[in-house]
Structures are given as structure tokens and as C-alpha cells.
């Protein structure tokens, strides 16, 4: 099939951009630029590039009508992150398309209430970026119940692998903490570090659109969690990464309001967001229906992502001696 990957040449994409190539589908990815995925692969020859703004291209009205020219039998979209944007995009490949392919993100269920949280369970979203992914998640579905669209859509969790940081045991991405670790140093958690994180590996996020392609009769007209088999609490997560570079844990706690007194601002933004959200995503839906099964434990796809980034960070190596 002729698929089309709108952002394809990012964490999501450098994963599966290969894998359509292998299992022979003809690619097109869509980028704004011409970039180099996070991990090379003879594959990336074989993909058709084409540049597209896509900000620029709604703003002149013509976004989807360009990714329609396309031909694509099927349109993942990796990059949507406004209802408007996922309307344009809709009405325009409506009739023509086999299967479009949606990427959320566990965000559009705010807080928690049950845990681990399912696929049904009511939207409490909060903030921009979840709120638009929960209206983007509801006018999908609606489209597909009102005349059929061919959709499905995917949320994965704390997308992470080699080439970028991981969200930390702290719940944001200062490096340091994992400095901190790997040294045996305390690190301070906010409350009782038992909020939790579910982390993904892009290339099991990338294996959940796979496998909802090739099982289209069970995921058109459904939303899944792309998730590890487990959440981590951030105290179990910091104490497991003690103890992977070697050392006992040691751990402090305060309570928010004097940790966050601690910390910059950008941190103290970042833990906030993942500690209000908290989530603990079930899997059970996507093992069911689209016989997914992640490679990587959350901590495996940490551990992984950390070592490559102390390896290219040599500054960082310095430090730890």
C-alpha cells in the first residue's frame, strides 16, 4: 500500500518509517524540513521526501488537499495537535483515504480515578495541549460514527528511546538527576514519589501502528494506549535507577510546596504536569485487539535511552568520572 506519514522523521517515525518500508509498502514522509531521523537505516532510501509546511500550508487553506494529492491508501498523522487542524485534514482525504492513523497521547484523560486507566473510562483533560487532544480524540470518532471515517487513534505514553532524554524520576528532564543517580547521589522526590510515569519506547509506539494497520477490522473506530506493560511510580523508578548504576538508594521527599521552591521554573512546570497527571495506562485493550506487545518495560526503555545520552555527552561522562 502507498502509506503517507505526516512528521515522520521524528522520535515516532525514525521506529516505524523502517518497518512500513519492510513489510513493502510504498512511503512518502512528510516533513517541514528535510531531517535526519534519530537512528539511520538503509530503509530511508527507499522513502519518497517531501517538504511541507504544514503551519504555513493551514494558513493558506491548503494542507489537506496537498496530503491528498498524495494518494495515500494510508495517512498516519503523527503531528496534529488542533481540533481545526484535524477537521481540515478530515474533510479533505473524507472518500478517499482506507485508513488514517491518529497519534494522541495519554494526556486526554487528565487525572486519574481508576487506575490502570482503560480506553472507555470518562476525559478529565487539563491544559492546552491535553484538552485539544481530548476535542481532537472526541470529533475523530465522531466523524467515523457519522459516515465511516477510517480512523483509529493511538496514545502512547512518555515517548522516549536513543536520541532524546527521558522523562526523570523527578518527573521532567533535567539531566542532572540522572547525573545525580548514576554518582550515587541523593535526589529529593515532590510528596511521597508515589506519583507515577508510564513510559514508552518509540519503537514499540511504532509496532502499535503497525499492528493497527494490519489489523484494520479491529481498529478502525477505536482509541488505544500504547504504553509499557507497567507505570512506575517515581519512587520506584528513582530507586531501580540507583541501583542500575550501582548504587543504594538515597532518597529525600517534600512536600510540593517547599519542593518546588527547590527547583527552576521550567521544572517545576514540567514535574507539576506529570505528577497531576499521573497516568497508569491499560494495555489490555490494544493486547486484545491488536495483538500488541511491547518489547521494553519502562525501565528498559529508560535505561536504553540514558546510557546513549551519557555516551554523547561526554561532558556529562567527565563529571561522573
Known sequence: MKVVVIGGSGHIGTYLIPKLVQAGHDVICVNRGISEPYKTSECWSMVQQVQMDRIQAERDGDFGIQIASLGGEVVIDLICFTPQSAQK?????????????????????????????TEDQKRNPFGSYGINKAAIETYLLDSHH????????????????PGWLPINPAGNLNPEIFVRLAKGEAITLPNLGMETVH?????????????AIDHRENSIGESFHVVSAQALTLRGYAEEMFRYFGHEPKLRFLYWDQWQEEVDERDKELTWDHIAHSPCG??????????????????????EAIDHYLQNNRNLLDVLG
Open 282 to 303: 491499560s494495555i489490555a485493550k490494544a493486547r486484545k485487539l491488536l495483538n500488541y506487545c511491547p518489547g521494553y518495560s519502562s525501565l528498559q526503555a529508560v535505561q
Open 89 to 117: 485534514l478530515t474533510e479533505a482525504l473524507e472518500g478517499t483515504v482506507n485508513h488514517f492513523l491518529h497519534c494522541g497521547t495519554m494526556w486526554v484523560h487528565g487525572y486519574s480515578e481508576k487506575i490502570p486507566t
Open 199 to 211: 513510559h514508552v519506547h518509540a519503537d514499540d509506539v511504532a509496532q502499535a501502528f503497525m499492528k
Open 146 to 161: 457519522k459516515s465511516g471515517f477510517p480512523v483509529s487513534i493511538l496514545h502512547p505514553g512518555h515517548i522516549t528511546g
